[in-house]
């Protein structure tokens, strides 16, 4: 029966606890890759677009200085999501921006995954690893290549809204 002081009733409580736990939702997730440029940013974006009024979303890179792939953002607009202003970052400006408080920690790529197995050292946050291709390593026409991006985009769309809903 319900405690009234909160105790076993408390428990059961899916809002409270383990965000693993049946029926706890996610409220903040940050989506990790190697530069910030392709496969986060497009995690971003589609989790904004989205869950953005429930969900608390960020994406950064273990490192920087590549930009925004023009060809991610050009996938992203064929399903009407403008990524057009996404700046890429990097953990380390995340953290000094904001800080790392994370529900959940997202890596899609294998650098991504160690850095953020390594964060959970000093953040409480569960880490999940989406292993996602990089599109920019593929060849042909512009309309292959773009392909590669759409599958990715895609991919990603499944996966965000299976485990943010």
Known sequence: MADPAGGAAAEADPSRGDPRAPGRRVQSVLFVCNFNAVRSACAEALARHYFGRSVYVQSAGVRGGEPTDPFMIAALDEVGIDASRHRPRTLEELEEWEGLNFDLIVSLSPEA???????TRTVAADVEYWPTPDPTVSQGSREQRLDAYRDVRDGLGFR??????
């Open 113 to 119: 995954h160690h850095a953020a197995l390594e964060l």
């Open 160 to 165: 965000i809204r299976q485990r943010l809903r």
